[in-house]
Every structure is written in C-alpha cells, then in structure tokens.
C-alpha cells in the first residue's frame, strides 16, 4: 500500500470515529487548533516536533498525517531528514526503522 492509500485510509478511519464520538473528536480537535495557533513556535516548527514524536513513538498514521502536513507547510526533505536525525538519536534502533518510514513517506507525498 503506498502512503497516499495509507493516508486516505487514516483519513477515512479517523472520519467514521468521528462520526461515532463527535464531542471527543470534537473536544481533540480544538486542543489540535489551540497548539498549532498559540505558542511562539510557528506551524512548521511544531510539526517536526510532531513529526519526531510520531518516530518515536512508531506511529505509521501519525507519521503520514505530520508528512502531509510538512509537505503543506514547505518543509524540505533536509528538514525532514535533520528531524528524523534527532528522532533516532532519542529513539535508538526502532526509531531509526521508522525514520526511514517516514522520509519514503514524505518523498512520496512530495512528488504529488
């Protein structure tokens, strides 16, 4: 499956959840609004921080889902590949699988 299938997919399951709790999808959407508007990070910044946790956290739907949002946000692939770099290091061996996940990810979603 390539990571366009998987993220329509993750967008299609994340939809009929939705649908079956709207408050909370309600509810985590506004903490997802509120973190990404205030702060004194900008959008991008605070995606390769989600980014990187998704690494780590060896979350192949997050990891799709920061991807696309990056590739939005102009982010390039030594960007990426900078913020993947600190994943491994704080993540080991299985951050370092994940890693290279998430940069075919982005590569793929990059070219459209």
Known sequence: MS?????????????????????????????????????V??????????????VVSRCEP?????????VNAGATKEEVADVLAMAIQ?????AMMYAGKALECFEELSAG
């Open 90 to 94: 704080m993540g080991g061996g299985p």
């Open 62 to 70: 997050c990891i799709s889902l920061h991807c696309a949002a990056l």
């Open 41 to 54: 990070l900008d959008y991008k910044t605070k995606e390769f921080v989600a980014l990187g946790m998704a």
């Open 3 to 39: 990571w366009n299938e998987k993220l329509a997919a993750t967008r299609s399951q994340l939809r009929g959840l939705n649908k079956t709790v709207p408050d909370t999808a309600k509810a985590f959407g506004a903490l997802g609004k509120s973190v990404k508007e205030g702060g």
